[in-house]
Structures are given as C-alpha cells and as structure tokens.
C-alpha cells in the first residue's frame, strides 16, 4: 500500500463543474502539498499545508491532520485546469523528502 | 528571480552509457533534491544536496550520484544506465533542508534504448 493515495485516478468533467480530488496518507507528516503537472513534466506548486484550508482563486485546498487526509477542490473548472495534480506530503527529518501519490488526471472538457 | 533550471530537456542514451544532468537552484536556494518519476507514477526521491554534501539518500543504487557546487547548483550522474532508467529526473530546490518551499524545474526526459 503506498503511503499517499490520490483518488480518483482519472477524471473528466465538463467546464464550469466543481471539482474534488481527495489525498489520504498512512505517515507522519510536517506538511502536505499540492501540486500541478502538465504535460512535459514541469510541476508547479500550487499549495503547502499544515492546517486548515487555504484558497487560491478558484482553488481550494483543506486538510484534517486527525483523518490524515486532504483535498483539492476546484471551483468553475476550465479546461486549462487540465493537468495532473499530485498530492505530496513532506515527513520531516534531516531531507524532508517529498512522498508522492500517483496523481489524478484531470481533463475538463468545454 | 530565477526559478530552476534543468538541461537537457530530453536525452536518449543506450544501456550500460553513462549520463549527467544538470539543474540550478532557485536563487537563495541552498538546497536541491532529485527525483525519479517512471512514467505513470509519482516522482521517487532519489537523494538531496544541501551545501556540497549529500543530505540523504533514497533506495537508489551507488550507480546513481550527484554533486552540488558552490553556486549550489547540481548534477545527477547515473552510470551503466539500464532500461529501467528511462524517466522523467526532477529537480527541486529549497531554502534550505528542512524548508518546506520547493521550486522544481521542468525536468529532463531521459530515455534508454
């Protein structure tokens, strides 16, 4: 089992949708983050978290540390929010190495 | 501000060559860290450079390694490359090893035939 899990894996929604992407992890973490990947591979930083909900236009993202799971959510989808969006958490330690989930594959459609 | 730098953006190299990849940290970034992303998955942590000294290390074998120079600035080395090491390599810098703020560069496609 790996250590964060995305769900869903694919998803295909029509433009204007409200769009939820759940993270859910099994270690302890300093932080989690959300991040964006298109195709080509650049990832962009779109949250870090460590409590609560923070929002960015029309992206929101909340965590409960106590469930230890987070979500992405996006308002008014469009299709240029079609990307791969990656849930990672940072466990602490001497590197605070990133642990990635799979990802979730976001296409929305005009 | 200059954000992270990777080159080349895409490489085809042949089993058992070797292979360096550059990347340059954003600027006030004393810290870069690697990662290995098979297509289909999420990124792997390969291993982390913070001020010329490897920081921590990932489940990567010896043939894997790196250096970071004094403009902190960093190479990833893989030798004897195998099939398997065909990737996306990302690159992420941080302020420093234990920031949680990372920028990551566009990364490099490497593939082996």
């Known amino acids: 089992k790996n250590e964060v899990e995305q769900s869903p894996q694919n998803l295909t929604a029509q433009e204007g949708e409200f769009i939820t992407i759940n993270c859910s992890y099994s270690?302890?973490?300093?932080?989690l983050h959300w991040l964006q990947q298109h195709p080509g591979g650049g990832i962009v930083s779109l949250f870090m978290?460590?409590?609560g909900k923070k929002k960015h236009g029309r992206l929101i993202a909340t965590i409960n540390i106590q469930e230890k799971h987070s979500s992405l959510h996006i308002t008014a989808s469009h299709p240029r929010d079609s990307a791969v969006y990656i849930c990672?958490?940072?466990?602490?330690?001497?590197?605070?190495?990133?642990?990635f989930g799979t990802g979730t594959l976001l296409a929305v459609q005009p | 501000e200059t954000g992270v730098t990777q080159s080349p953006t895409h490489l085809i190299k042949t089993r058992g060559q070797q292979v360096t990849l550059r990347c340059s940290s954003q600027?006030?970034?004393?810290?870069v860290s690697w990662y290995q992303q098979a297509l289909g998955q999420g990124p792997q942590f390969i291993f982390q450079?913070?001020?010329?000294?490897?920081?921590g290390r990932g489940n990567f074998p010896p043939r894997f390694s790196g250096l970071q120079f004094p403009n902190y600035s960093s190479e990833l080395n893989v030798n004897a490359l195998e099939l398997d090491d065909s990737a996306l390599y990302l690159c992420?810098?941080?302020?420093?090893?234990?920031?949680?703020?990372?920028?990551f560069g566009s990364g490099t496609r490497l593939t082996v035939v």
């Open positions: 992420a810098s941080s302020l420093n090893p234990t920031g949680y703020g990372y920028t």
């Open positions: 270690v302890g973490i300093s932080a």
């Open positions: 978290l460590s409590s």
């Open positions: 990672a958490v940072s466990g602490g330690g001497a590197t605070n190495k990133l642990i």
């Open positions: 600027s006030g970034h004393n810290t």
């Open positions: 450079y913070y001020r010329e000294e490897e920081n």
